[in-house]
């Protein structure tokens, strides 16, 4: 068994909510256990804290009163969000299935990776459609690593004033390297924009050289994370600043079902998958969880007690309905302009 000692460390640092030592501490128990030729307990511990989300211990909270704000208009540059989103409430293909669980396992066990003069992947960027999943991969990566999300306002750290948009950038990475964070970039393209394209300012390109710069110096044990929803618009320097690019697509036939499962899990259900497979093809994972979120308020407020395939098949045509307005609506848009 392992040492006093460790077990009292071990006892210690959960008490103070050290999520970081306890790790650390179990680490040094396990490599104990494998030293005294325990392999199957070894294996068992490991396993086990590989595959937890900590949910009980909990972070020493930063000074979240002093956000980094505008100067001009005094609003907040960043939010602070909590997730409680896992790896049960994402479907994800197998590459990218791959990818995550290879980042969360290298961030866990940095040091590890530290002793050997190697460091965890800290800068990914999310590239894919709207509504396959990006946000909420960012959230699983954040209760996976019980981390708080350091979530970007564009809407307010893009200025009209020569300057401050790139003050604004330094501010946030500032802010962000005193603490733990998945910092995300959403929206990214929105300061991201090819320096090449000649539509864009003086400005936008001088915001681009602080960004890359910054991102470059930017040392933290935290996880930058930026996603777009048009990689093709994005500057070519900033594809080699990241660790890894994850791509997300559409999701195919066994994904279309995989996610029917999970959306209708709390609620007994009769729908036909197979057929649906077909039918859901081209929608986003988005589209198909609002279709599964309105079947069962239907289900619900008609008091049946189960989702039934009538009433599944009734919420996608309403939302098959709503799709096709929004596709005439955005195709008038751009005929216009």
């Known amino acids: 068994m392992a040492t006093g000692d460790l077990i009292r460390e071990l006892f210690s640092s959960y008490k103070q909510g050290d999520d970081e030592q306890f790790r650390a501490v179990a680490h040094k128990i396990i490599v104990e256990e494998r030293n005294k030729n325990h392999n199957l307990l070894a294996r068992d511990l490991e396993r086990i804290i590989e595959q937890s989300t900590p949910k009980t211990l909990h ?14 208009s005094g609003v907040s540059l960043v939010d602070i969000k909590e997730s409680t989103k896992s790896m049960r409430d994402i479907v994800l293909d197998e590459n990218l299935n791959t990818q995550i669980e290879l980042i969360i396992k290298e961030y866990r066990y940095r ?3 530290y002793s050997y003069g190697l460091s965890p992947k800290r800068k990914l960027l999310f590239a894919g459609l709207p509504g396959t999943g990006k946000t909420l991969l960012c959230e699983v990566l954040a209760t996976e690593l019980n981390l708080p ?7 307010s750290v893009v200025s009209s004033y020569l300057g401050e948009t790139a003050a604004n950038l330094r501010k946030i990475f500032d802010f962000a390297s005193k603490g733990k964070w998945i910092v995300f970039f959403d929206e990214f393209d929105a300061i991201g924009k090819s320096r090449e394209d000649q539509y864009e300012h003086g400005e936008l390109k001088r915001v681009v050289n602080t ?9 933290s044990e935290s996880l930058f994370v930026a996603a777009t929803n048009h ?5 070519r ?3 080699r600043r990241f660790d890894d690019i994850l791509f997300f697509s559409l999701p195919d036939k066994n994904a279309i079902i995989s996610l029917i499962k999970l959306k209708l899990r709390n609620l007994p ?3 036909e998958y197979k057929k649906y497979a077909s039918e859901l093809s081209g929608w986003s994972q988005s589209d198909i969880e609002l279709a599964c979120i309105d079947a069962v308020k239907r289900s619900i407020l008609e008091d049946s007690d ?7 098949e009734s919420a996608v045509r309403y939302h098959q309905r709503r799709m096709e307005v929004i596709a005439k609506t955005v195709s008038n848009q751009q005929t216009d302009e």
Do not use: C, G, M
């Open 237 to 239: 320097a900033l594809w």
């Open 231 to 235: 990689e093709n618009l994005l500057d």
């Open 149 to 155: 999300i350091l979530y970007t306002r564009f809407d």
């Open 111 to 113: 040091e590890r990776l």
């Open 211 to 219: 960004f890359l710069q910054l991102l470059d110096n930017f040392e």
């Open 269 to 271: 259900h009769s729908v």
């Open 306 to 312: 189960e989702v039934t395939d009538t009433i599944f």
């Open 59 to 72: 972070r020493a909270s930063p000074n979240w009163q002093k956000l980094p704000t505008d100067r001009e």
